[in-house]
């Protein structure tokens, strides 16, 4: 939309989640997907509508040599998180990640 600025509320919130295998040890290079609902705050149609605020809410990464993934600047409100192997089966994991608080998930891969 041309002539439409979209500002987001800075919501320097992160999630961090640790991928681990079926003994508890790190799997580097897992992926992990993050979706935020973003519904403990307010915005508008237009704004969920942006592009900024899909960036802001859908993010995708693998994890480091040591399992874990950090976002930041997640909004707060329910987070869904799947992860897995490349080529594995993925795992589901729901959370809800507090106004001003940080959220760290560790979950369990086949």
Not at 46 to 55: D, G, H, P, V
Not at 100 to 109: C, M
Request: no cysteine; proline share 7%; glycine share 12%.
């Amino acid at each position: 939309m041309e002539g439409v600025t979209v500002r987001l509320a800075q919501v320097r919130q992160r999630v961090r989640v640790r991928v681990v295998g079926p003994g508890g040890a790190p799997v580097p290079g897992a992926m992990v997907r993050l979706q935020a609902s973003a519904e403990a705050l307010s915005y508008t149609g237009e704004q969920r509508r942006s592009r900024t605020f899909w960036e802001a809410t859908h993010r995708l990464s693998p994890a480091g040599t040591d399992g874990w993934v950090e976002f930041r600047g997640i909004p707060p409100g329910r987070v869904t998180v799947v992860a897995g192997r490349p080529g594995g089966k993925l795992v589901k994991q729901e959370a809800v990640l507090e106004l001003g608080r940080a959220l760290d998930l560790i979950v369990a891969v086949p």
